[in-house]
Structure formats: C-alpha cells, structure tokens
C-alpha cells in the first residue's frame, strides 16, 4: 500500500469528486501511478464522481475533458461557449436564444432537460439562477478553469438529486502563483458582433508554501447581431408556404367583421381589405442571433495550513451580468375592444362595414347589425347619455411600429462564498467540513410594452381631445389610419415600464471523512477506500413582479408573471467503498469493484406537504487484463426532486408553438365530429373562420403542481480505454450509456395535447376531458388571443412521463514528435442511439434523435464529433477543429399530424407541390450534414508573452434555412436553427496573454 504525508492528504482533499477515464483530454488509461506522484509532490487533486480521496484508486466512471488549452485555442469566452463544442451536449438556452431567454444561459446534457444534469465549480455546488434550480453558466470564472469534466449518467449517489443525466464540474486552477492578465477580441466577418474581454489574475504563495492565495477580476462585453443584418433571415419565411410571411399583428390594423372574419385596413387607411390582401409583420429585422451581454466577476480563493494536520480554507465568487433581449415592437395581439360609431378616426367606409357586420346586441341570436340610419345617428352621438350612442366589441391587432421594439433587460447580481477546513485523521484517512451560502438576484426591466388597458381606455373615445373615461390623462387612440397614424403623445400614453425580480439563495453544510484502513483484499496491493458524510441544503426562491405584469397588461409579453414563493430543506447521509480485488496478476493487472449509497430527506415549505425520502445507489468496476486494455461498467439508481417552480408556480398562461390548428379553416364545416369538438372548446360562433397564427404561437396554460414527487432514473454504462504499447502516443476509450428516467416531471408537447383530442374524432370527443381543457378565445375561436380571456392548451405537470436516450462515446488521441514539430491529434465523437419521450403512457412514445419540430424543441443529431489536429514548434502552434454535426430531418410523427390536419382541410395534394401551404414545405424537411473548421494560430512571442489568433468558421458556412414556424419560437428563429448553427458566419479573434 502506498503512504500519503498528511500535507498530501489535505491537498488530495480539495473537493469531493472522482477519478474518471481521464484527466486531461489525452488517455484515461495508465493514470494510477502519475496522480500518486503529483499527489505525493503536494499538488491538488480534483477528480469528478466520487467522493474517495485517494488518488490511487481508478474508478469505473468515464469522464470527458476539455484542457484549458483547448479553451485557449478556440478562444471560448464563456462557459456556454466551451460546452456547445462537446459533442452529446444539446443545446439549451443561452446567446443565441433571443425570445426565451432570461438573461441566463444553461447546459442540457444528453437532450434530457436542462434541469435535469448538476454544474458543480469544484465539486461543489453553486447557488441556482432561478426556481428551476439551474445554474447560470454566465458566472463560471473562465479565465481560471484548469478544465471541464463532462461525467455521463445518474450520480445522485454522489451529489445529490439533479444529477440523473450526468455533472459538468469546471475545475479552477489552484496553487496559482504569479500575474496573469488576458485580453481578447472577436468581431464578425460583417463587422458586427463585437466581443470584448479581459482577465487579471493575480496569485501567491506565502509562509513557505503554507499558504496560497489567488484573485481574478474579469470584464466582457458583446454587441448584438440582428437578425436583418444575414441575408438568411432578413425577412421572416414561413415553413409551410416557403413563402415571405410573418406575424398577423400588423400594420395597419386588423378588426374582426362578424360573419366576414377578420380584415385589414387598406394602406392608406380608408377602408378594409380582405385576407387574401393581409400584410403579414416581418419581425425578424429586429430580433437577434447573438444577444448584447455585460459582466463584470471577481473570484478569489485562499488556504492556509495551521499545521501538519489541518488547513482552512475559502472560496468566493461575485458577478453581475447584464443580458438584453431585443425583439419586435409590442402592440394589441388579438384583443377584444369596444368602439364607439362615433370614434373620430373611423372614416366613413370603415364605419360603414363595422355597423354592417357587428353585433351591436349580444342578447338576441344572430348578428344586430345597423341600419344605415342608425349608423348614421350613432356616427353623430358622441356622448353615452345619447340614447343614439353606439358602441361595438371587435378583435383588435396593431403592431406598434412607431413605438419601436420591446426590449428585456435582465441584470443578475450572483455571489457564493464558502469556508472550509480539511485534516488528515491518520496518514491515510482524511476529514473535510465546509459550509456555503449563495444568493442571485434576477431583475428584469420591462420597456416598449403597450398596455391592454389603456389600448381599450384609448379606443373608447368621441373626440380626437378625450377619452369617455379620462382619469389617467387618456389620449385617445388612432387604430384606423394607415401606418405611421399612432404618434408620440399616444404611444407615451400607451406605454409603461415593468419590473420582476428573481431570487434565490443556497446554504448547504457538509462533512466528509474518506481514505482507508489498510485493510487489503487477499490479490490486491492497494487497500479498500471508503468515504462516509452527511450534508445539508436549503433552497429558497421567489419571483416577485409589479403589478403591471402580475396582471398580464402587458401587450405581448406572453402572458401574465405571478408572485411565486417557495423553498425546501434537504438532509442527507451517504457513503461509498472501492474495493481493489485483484492486482498485479496474469490477466487481472486489476480488478476493482465499487459501489455507494445515499439517503435523502425533503422538507418542502408548504402547509400539508409530507416531504418525502429517497435512496439512491450505484455499483461499478474495471477489470484492466493486460496493461493496454481497461474494461469498465456502471450502474445507477438516481432521482431528481422536483424544484421550486415545478412545486409553487401557479397555473399560468403563457405561449408556446404551434402551426396547423385543426379547427382552422373550413374543415370544421364539413366534419361534424370536428365541429363539435370545437365548439366545445369555445369555437362554435366562428366555425370557418378560426385562424392559425402566422407566426406559429398559440396560448398554453401549465405550472408547477404541490403533489409531485421524485422522478427516478436507471441508468448503466460499459466501455474501454486502450493504450496499445505498440502505438507510443495513441490512446482510445469507447463507452455505451443507457438512461432511462420513469415517473418524469414532464408537461405534454404541444402535439402531444393535440393528439390526445383530435386523432381519435367521435361522438363523444365533444365531452372528453382532453379536448374540453383547450380553450379557445371567445372574441375569434383562435388558440391565440389575450391569456386572460384564452387559456389554449393545458399542458399540466406531472409525474406521468418517461424519457430515455442511449449512445456511445467514443475518444481518440495520438501524440508523437515529428522532430520538426510536436503532432496531437484528438476526437471526442458521440452517436446518440434514441431520445425518447413520452408525457403519459397514452401519449406517443417520441423520438427526437435526428428530429426537429415544434415537439422535438433543440437539435440532437445522431452523430456528432469534434477532431482538433495540432503542430507545435518551439515558439509557434497552429491548431485546426473540426467540428461535425450529423443531418437532421423534420420530426415524422409531427408530419403524419400535419398531413392528417391537411387532409381533414380538403388541401389539395398535401404531399406534392401543395400549392396551399398545409403542409411543411419539402425544401425544409431537411438539413444536412455540417461541417465547421477553425483555424488557430498561436505565437509564443517571450516567455511571458503570447499571441493567439482564431478564425472561426473558416468557411463561413451559412444555416440552412428552413423558415421560422418549423419548431420552437426558442431554438428556431430567423428562418434557422442559431443554437445549433452558426449564424453569424466567419469571425475573427485574437488574444495577448501575459504571465510574470
């Protein structure tokens, strides 16, 4: 058995972790022996998935690694940015999200929910960005990560619930001695797209080697790119038709004429158009691919040994991040208004239509309508008290283009700090307790919204100079005229700011003793290790909105933002063995088992909640026969918790995505079963009339639900790491992983609730729960409108769900001296088998590998891989990445539901040429194969100065369009897929370093 110093069990103590397939992005393999070195010299060990300290014993976890040298070359400027080149990461919301992001960017391992995987810093956990329990990757210190380990599959056992899909742990460098300061800059081949940043780290040793300390401050800044600025998506395209579309909400405005449906006013605002005349709203000039971000960080962490057998320690880490999203001009979406026939803007062929085709009397069956006196006797009654007054109830759409854009600015305040002390019991068993606290404040800053009640204040007006209900200053509105009618005063009426503010806080207290006895398996060297802790956590969390968005006033916002409250306690007990079975023997060089279980107790901060407890565990090993070839296997039993949202948020209405309504249309009118349905949902009144929204967007009602419960997951992993010693430099690993998540915290997809009513028309669907829960808006029979007055689809939450999803990883590395050069080669590849999911055992059991629709949201191709080749000289590096991502294709259950949709419609040759656009163009049923390069070159100027340079997509390879109401409004925007995709084209960095 191998003997640790008590300074080498302290340094091998910084944070609960395990030894993976690697270390660094080279082979896993061969590592026992080099880590007992570096542990013995005193340098700090961090590994990724096991809470065993010693460094000896090789785990049967397969970790991957990006090296910060790898980040240095691809020039990443944030955590998002490192994650998005690994190949099984999906990706989640971040930069290139405009509409959905709220100023947070998030990782999503293996396509199972962003909160389903853990991000540690360190091993440790860091306080959440907001009630889903997420953490915000904004404020990892980039500047000082060592590296990135990416460790697959359930690993509850080892830190706790939401680690079912995997952990992601930036590991900072540590024992930093000296200055270090980095500046960068990126611009766009455009030349829009400015990103700036700088680090200064400054470290030291002191008292001998006692003690360590280490400070870094950061700034980075970037500049937006709108989507007007790419010919790609300059204007918006919609995927049915391939043609030039946008949003019904409009200019001019939209009303709705009775038994005509809606119309549009003409261009120059005298009279009314048909639809087949409609002016859809391109929004995309004013959305953007890369959202304008600001962060300012500081980091700081010390040690320092008391004595041989203890050392105290502290990390701290603040940053406030300003995010904006930009996007198109707010206005009146759907809404129901009263308008006097004396409304000074109406001219008289407008006024004329409206008493002609509204109903001036809801209590009589059919549409009153005016005759041409009364019209005309109602035109001149400008006062209530005029028994001539008259007044009608239309749906009202008018984007407010002289107002300009919506703009959303999140500022997140972010602080953690934690405070340590570790010993060594005996000179191979150590002890480490620590205590955390964290808080992030999320305020989001509402500007460029018209409010819905003072849009119908506005329109209820005789006169040009006051309102009939003037107690606010009241400037009554012109909803009639041609574009550019709305003016300063009106819109300065029409408008007011709005405020909510998230946030959260972590405190958590842990303990932890591992090492060994020196108790050794009869075949084995080294001894059987062991760790054994408790720990405690308390969540709290809170969304907080003004009034103004509490009520949902503001014109497309998306719905209402309730007051939500909530928080949890946690207490947990755990341990874990290694237990060396045989060594050093022929065919068994090792043979090492592993195993760990941990018990979990909830308190949840609600009257009447029981709480509840869980037990996870896993069970591993490798069998390593011959020095080149290591076997190794895992198996989990997870669970996740619900969070704060899933648990406290209110039922609320908010927007989601769908293109093809089956109540649109005249199909309604032919199908009687059909008919029923819909007027059941509270479309009767306008059979053949019902739209679907140009822009694929449609109301949803769903939260969080108290009676949730533990999800649980299965998961196990095999594979291999070879290092042949015929092949000096080469090293492989190849593992296959299997989740499966059972009792999932899921809500339906939007063509899961659709299904779930309309696949199977009958007699009595008309009664069936699943199709009496759509609400439609009782002013149009749409699923889009008002969220106070049009709840759409139900999509509740609950424990109902599956999901799962299985692939391999696979690694490869060579390195050699050419003599003139040093060569490294490198892959990190991922073939991703399944990703299911399935909402409720009656719902379609859906798969998303290779697939993107409005259900399948984020794109996850069946195969992907990043392969960088390197040539270093003395004093001059040139790198190349090249990154592949495998073709995809439109979702083919989404496709039997669009061709069902087009058929019951009477579409004409729905999958040819259909010339009526109900179904997906074929053009965009497909995207394929990518492939992407960057070029790096990297000059060692002096010992203390270095000069990268980067071109990114050096081939300036352009998105392939597929319009914008193919998918979700989050992942597809600007006619493409931009999380994925690169869509801002060939971009340029360089970056100084300096070290003293």
């Not at 691919?289 to 040690?303: D, V, Y």
């Not at 790491?721 to 593992?735: E, H, L, Y």
């Not at 899921?746 to 759509?774: E, K, V």
């Amino acid at each position: 058995m191998k003997t640790f110093s008590k300074r080498a069990l302290l340094r091998a103590s910084a944070a609960p972790a395990i030894l993976g397939a690697s270390l660094i992005a080279t082979a896993a393999f061969a590592q026992d022996a080099p880590q007992a070195a570096e542990a013995e010299a005193g340098d700090t060990i961090i590994v990724t998935g096991s809470l065993i300290k010693n460094p000896n014993l090789a785990q049967s976890n397969p970790v991957l690694t990006t090296t910060a040298d790898q980040i240095e070359l691809k020039q990443n400027n944030t955590a998002e940015d490192i994650l998005r080149e690994i190949p099984g990461i999906v990706p989640s919301i971040g930069s290139a999200v405009n509409n959905g992001n709220g100023g947070a960017s998030f990782v999503n391992l293996r396509g199972l929910g962003s909160n389903r995987n853990l991000v540690l810093l360190d091993g440790d956990r860091m306080v959440p960005a907001e009630l889903n329990g997420r953490f915000d990757l904004n404020n990892v210190p980039v500047a000082l990560v060592e590296r990135v380990d990416v460790l697959t599959g359930g690993a509850s056992t080892t830190y706790g619930a939401d680690a079912i899909s995997g952990v992601v742990n930036f590991v900072t460098k540590s024992d930093f001695s000296g200055l270090e300061a980095n500046f960068s800059n990126q611009i766009t081949d455009e030349g829009d797209g400015n990103y700036v940043r700088a680090d200064v780290t400054m470290g030291a040793n002191f008292d001998d080697g006692r003690g360590n300390v280490v400070f870094a401050i950061g700034y980075q800044q970037s500049d937006p790119v709108y989507q007007g600025g790419r010919d790609f998506s300059v204007d918006n395209i919609d995927s049915y038709s391939g043609a030039i579309g946008g949003s019904g909400t409009a200019t001019p405005s939209r009303f709705s004429l009775g038994a005509l449906g809606t119309r549009q006013v003409t261009a120059d605002g005298t009279a009314f158009r048909p639809t087949s005349a409609f002016d859809a709203f391109n929004f995309n000039p004013y959305n953007i691919f890369q959202t304008p971000f600001e962060r300012f960080n500081m980091f700081g962490s010390a040690k320092y040994e008391i004595s041989d057998a203890v050392e105290v320690y502290s990390r701290g880490i603040f940053s406030k991040n300003t995010v904006n999203t930009i996007i198109a001009p707010s206005g009146s979406f759907g809404l129901s208004v009263q308008v006097p026939v004396s409304n000074p803007y109406l001219t008289a062929a407008q006024r004329t239509a409206f008493c002609a085709n509204n109903d001036f009397n809801a209590g009589l069956a059919g549409i009153q309508s005016l005759t041409v006196a009364q019209c005309s006797a109602a035109a001149a009654a400008t006062s209530t008290s005029d028994p001539n007054y008259r007044q009608f109830t239309t749906t009202f759409s008018r984007r407010a283009t002289e107002l300009g854009p919506r703009v959303s600015e999140f500022t997140t305040t972010f602080f953690d700090y934690k405070l340590g002390a570790r010993g060594g019991i005996t000179d191979s068993i150590s002890w480490d307790v620590s205590g955390a606290y964290g808080e992030s404040e999320n305020i989001q800053t509402q500007t460029g919204y018209w409010l819905n009640s003072r849009v119908r204040q506005a329109l209820l007006a005789t006169s040009t100079d006051a309102c009939l209900t003037d107690t606010n200053g009241c400037v009554p509105l012109n909803a009639f005229g041609a574009d550019g009618s709305i003016t300063d005063s009106m819109n300065s009426y029409l408008t007011a700011n709005s405020q909510i503010a998230t946030k959260t806080s972590l405190a958590q207290v842990k303990g932890l003793i591992s090492g060994d006895f020196g108790l050794t398996a009869p075949w084995a060297g080294d001894a059987v290790g062991f760790a054994i802790g408790g720990e405690y956590r308390k969540y709290q969390a809170s969304q907080e909105s003004d009034l103004l968005s509490q009520s949902g006033d503001l014109g497309g916002a998306g719905g209402a933002a309730p007051n939500i409250a909530g928080g949890y306690d946690v207490y947990e007990a755990y341990g874990e063995l290694v237990v060396p079975l045989v060594q050093d023997k022929p065919f068994f060089q090792d043979l090492t088992v592993q195993g760990g279980a941990r018990y979990s107790k909830y308190s949840i901060d609600a009257a009447g909640s029981p709480g509840y407890e869980t037990w996870t565990w896993n069970v591993g090993g490798s069998w390593t026969p011959v020095d080149a070839i290591k076997i190794r296997g895992n198996y989990a039993r997870a669970v996740r918790a619900p969070n704060i949202a899933e648990l406290f948020a209110p039922n609320n209405t908010g927007l989601t995505n769908l293109s093809i309504d089956p109540c649109a249309g005249s199909a309604p009118l032919t199908n009687a079963n059909l008919a029923a349905v819909c007027t059941a949902q509270g479309g009767g009144d306008y059979l053949g009339l019902i739209e679907n929204d140009p822009a694929g967007q449609i109301n949803a009602t769903s939260g969080g639900n108290l009676s949730v419960g533990p999800e649980k997951s299965n998961s196990w992993k095999i594979g291999a790491v070879f290092q042949p010693d015929f092949i000096p430099g080469f090293s492989a690993t190849v593992d296959y992983y299997n989740i499966k998540v059972t009792g999932a915290i899921t809500t339906p997809t939007p063509g899961d609730a659709i299904s779930a009513c309309f696949d199977n028309l009958s007699a009595a669907s008309a009664s069936d729960p699943a199709c009496t829960i759509i609400r439609r808006n009782p002013a149009s029979g749409n699923l889009f409108g008002e969220s106070t007055t049009t709840g759409g689809l139900f999509l509740g939450l609950s424990n109902l769900g599956t999901l799962k999803t299985d692939g391999v990883d696979l690694t490869l590395n060579y390195d050699r001296d050419i003599g003139f050069a040093k060569l490294s080669l490198s892959l990190n590849g991922n073939w991703t088998g399944s990703s299911k999911f399935q909402a409720s055992p009656s719902s379609l059991n859906r798969e998303c590998t290779g697939f993107y629709s409005v259900n399948c949201a984020s794109i996850q191709p069946e195969w992907q891989f990043s392969q960088r080749s390197t040539l270093a000289f003395k004093d001059f590096d040139v790198s190349l990445l090249w990154r592949y991502i495998d073709g995809v294709s439109y979702e083919p259950a989404a496709y039997d539901d669009d061709l069902a949709a087009a058929v019951g419609a009477g579409c004409t040759d729905p999958e040819g040429a259909d010339p009526d656009g109900c179904m997906i163009d074929p053009e965009f049923r497909k995207i394929p194969a990518e492939h992407y390069f960057d070029l790096t070159g990297r000059f060692h100027i002096t010992d203390n100065l270095t000069l990268t340079l980067t071109m990114q997509n050096a081939l300036n390879n352009k998105p392939k369009v597929v319009g914008s109401t193919i998918g979700s409004t989050s992942y597809n925007s600007g006619n493409v897929y931009p999380s994925t995709y690169d869509a801002l084209g060939r971009r340029y960095a360089a970056s100084v370093k300096f070290r003293f």
